[in-house]
C-alpha cells in the first residue's frame, strides 16, 4: 500500500513565529529517506503505512519537548500502487494540460 501523507503541525502559544520548531520536523522528514515535497501550509511524504506514521510521530515527539500544546492537521490518499506517486500526481497533469504547473 503506497501512502501519500500530507501534514502541518505547529507549537500553538508561541508567539507569531514558529520557524525553529517546525525547522526540527524538516530534519526528522529529511532524514527518513522519504521521499517528500515541502509545501507552504504542511509537507507530504511518500512510503508505507508505518514509515509516514512513524515520521509524523517523531515530529511530534520532537516538537513537544519544546512546547506543551501542538495542532496537527493531517491527509492521507491510500493506495494499492507503485511507489512515485509524490511526483506522478503532478507529472499527469501536466501532461493533460501540456505544460509546466507551478511547484
Known sequence: MSILLEFSMSPLGEGEGVSKQVS???EIIAASGLPYRLGPMGTTI?????????????CYVKM??????????AKIDAREATQGRL?????????LLGKKLQQ
Open 64 to 73: 513537544s519537548e519544546s512546547c506543551k500544546r501542538i495542532s496537527c492537521v
Open 46 to 58: 511518500e512510503g508505507e503505512w508505518d514509515e509516514v506514521m512513524g515520521v509524523m510521530k517523531d
Open 24 to 26: 526540527g520536523s524538516l
Open 87 to 95: 511526483n506522478g500526481k503532478t507529472d499527469k497533469l501536466e501532461a
